[in-house]
Every structure is written in C-alpha cells, then in structure tokens.
C-alpha cells in the first residue's frame, strides 16, 4: 500500500490485543510503524507485520533513547495490565520531549492521572467500546454517527424495511421530521446533496444531519 503523503510515523508501546490490534491497522493503512514490547515472544509474534518491532523496557529512558523515540510523532501508551508501567513510560516520553503521547487507561480514574503528567490524549477502549455497543442496540438502524453541539449529530442510516416499494422524498425528511440529508449511497454509488424529489429506497444509507429526538420520529412512523 502506498504511504499517505501526510502520513506521520507512530511508536506503539505495549502490543497486547489493543496495542498489537493498533500497530497492525497503522501498517495496513501505509503508515511507518515501530512496536515496543518487553516480551520476546510478543514482538516475534508481530515483527512480521508492522515496518520493525523491538523488545525493550520503555521504563528505561536510555532504551527508548537508544530507538530515537523522539523521532516519531506520536507514541501510543498501550500497556494496560501495569498502571504504573504506563505511567512511567507516558512520564518518560514526555520528559524526552516527545511531541504527541497517547496513552490508554481502565479506567476514569487513571485517565486522571494520565493527564496530569501531561499526556496529550487518553483513550479509555473498554469504556468506550460499551459505550458504543449500548448506542448499537439503541439505534440499531444507525451504523456510524458523529456528534456535535447542542445534540446535533451526523449520521449513517439504514432505512427501515417497512419502505420497499414505497417512495420517501427528501422534502419529506427535511420538512416533516427535521432532517438535512447530505449524502444517499446506492448501490455502491453516492449521491452527494441529493434534490428534494430525490425518492429514497430500503436499501439505501443515508447521511443525514439531525438530533436524536428526529431520527427516532422519523424511524417510528415507518
């Protein structure tokens, strides 16, 4: 795969399910990626699918040194099971002058923590993945969304099947339940702003801008 021309190139420490799933992903999408485990056996494992993997305690500032951290734009703090583990290392990171640390915690608590010793992002994957989940068996008819002042939301939809054969026109959902619709796939074609006599099917996904509270009047009256 060819690199992004604005890739940067990202250190990943810590290659347990979450940080192994991250470095593997970054690679995939064409970045530069280093991966940092202090077991053997984890780095081998993955040495075969990110750009280099090494075996080191990045507790030890002279190790991370001796693999020119601060050359890489941003760290990921991926050790999860040791707080105190990645506490050190996110500290040491920063001391060396790293530009950008990411750093995953359990919990809200350490998140806490973490920002203190002034870490630049803290992700929460347990936390956030049953956050997500919940939002899935809500709205199941919601397949991504994007949140954003005030309640408003940008979302892909799968439109109910209750509307085969039946024809749902943009005006309908602009001016009956509030929804700006801003892009209809069909077909694995897009529609970017389609007209208002555009006449929507079941099969189609729909981007659309709208509060929650209009999506499920929409989904209820089908």
Known sequence: MTRPNHAHEFAVIGLG????????????????????DRDPEVVQSISDDITRAVSLDATD???LQAVDITAFDTVVVAI????ESNLLVASALKALGVRRVIAKAVTQRQRTILERV?????????????????????EPH??????????HRVLELRLPETLAG???HHKDL??????????????QKLQIAPPPDFAFTATDLLVALGTREQVDRFFSAF
């Not at 803290?122 to 809500?138: D, F, N, T």
């Not at 602009?174 to 077909?187: F, I, W």
């Open 166 to 168: 039946k024809a749902v």
């Open 80 to 83: 999860g099971t040791d707080f």
């Open 118 to 138: 002034g870490v630049d992002q803290v992700v929460l994957p347990e936390i956030e993945a049953g956050r997500r989940l919940a939002l899935e068996l809500a």
């Open 142 to 151: 919601v397949l991504q969304r994007f949140d954003f002042g005030e309640g």
């Open 174 to 187: 602009t001016e009956r339940y509030g929804l700006t619709v801003l892009a209809v796939e069909r077909d």
């Open 17 to 36: 399910r979450f940080g192994g799933s991250l470095a593997h992903a970054l690679n995939t999408l064409g970045f530069e990626v280093l991966g940092i």
């Open 61 to 63: 500032e002279d190790a």
